[in-house]
Each structure stands twice: as structure tokens, then as C-alpha cells.
Nanobody, 125 residues
């Protein structure tokens, strides 16, 4: 079973930046992604990256040009660099992994079976 541990969340003013990290306990992962959920809202996809068989990425329209997902396979870690943050980016951010099969990369939560505990991001205006 793969364990995911997120870090890097915090509070920042609008226009600021944060970098989230997600460390996986195993290397045999096909795809990883970042998702977020604000109070009272559904979980939504932010960005995803292929781990095995390529390095394709996909982003939600709301973060294109501001967020960048990357990976360090040697460390089994995926990062989410978030720039030009807006108050509407405030949410709990979750890392997720897909071990094999299915669509990759994908920002659809149903395509991921393994989830981390989340890290809070608060953007103040």
C-alpha cells in the first residue's frame, strides 16, 4: 500500500507563492495529481503528472499559467508550485496517486484511489 504525505501549505497574501510537496512511500506509481477542496464545495482537480512512461501534465483551467506540477522520481516526490495565488485558491490541497491502468494524467478525482491527508492553503486578500 502506498502512503502519501503532503507538506508546504500555509497562509499567504494574494499574489504570493507557495510550493507543495507530496512524498510517496513507493516508486511504482503511474500517475500523481493534486486536488483541492474548499469548505462546502466538491473536490476538484488542480494538476496531474505522469510518473511512469512519460512526463505529461494536465492542469485545470483555473490554474493554468499560475501553477506548475513537477516530479523528482529519485525522491518519489511530486511538487506543486503555486504562483500569483488568489483568495479563491484557498482550500485543503490533497495529493493522490494512481498505481496502474486508466487515464493518466487526469484531474478527475475518480481516476485516483490513493490519497494523502491534505495540507491547508489560505490566501488572504
Amino acid at each position: 500500500q502506498v502512503r502519501l504525505v503532503e507538506s508546504g501549505g500555509g497562509s499567504v497574501q494574494a499574489g504570493g507563492s507557495l510550493r507543495l510537496s507530496c512524498a510517496a512511500s513507493a516508486s511504482w506509481i503511474q500517475c500523481m495529481g493534486w486536488f483541492r477542496q474548499a469548505p462546502g464545495k466538491q473536490r476538484e482537480g488542480v494538476a496531474a503528472i505522469m510518473i511512469a512512461g512519460g512526463s505529461s501534465t494536465v492542469y485545470a483551467d483555473s490554474v493554468k499559467g499560475r501553477f506548475a506540477i513537477s516530479r523528482d522520481n529519485a525522491k518519489n516526490t511530486v511538487y506543486l508550485q503555486m504562483n500569483s495565488l488568489k483568495p479563491e485558491d484557498s482550500a485543503m490541497y490533497y495529493c493522490a496517486a494512481r498505481l496502474a491502468g486508466g487515464r493518466c494524467p487526469s484531474v478527475n478525482p475518480v481516476d485516483f484511489a490513493t490519497w494523502g491527508q491534505g495540507t491547508q492553503v489560505i490566501v488572504s486578500s
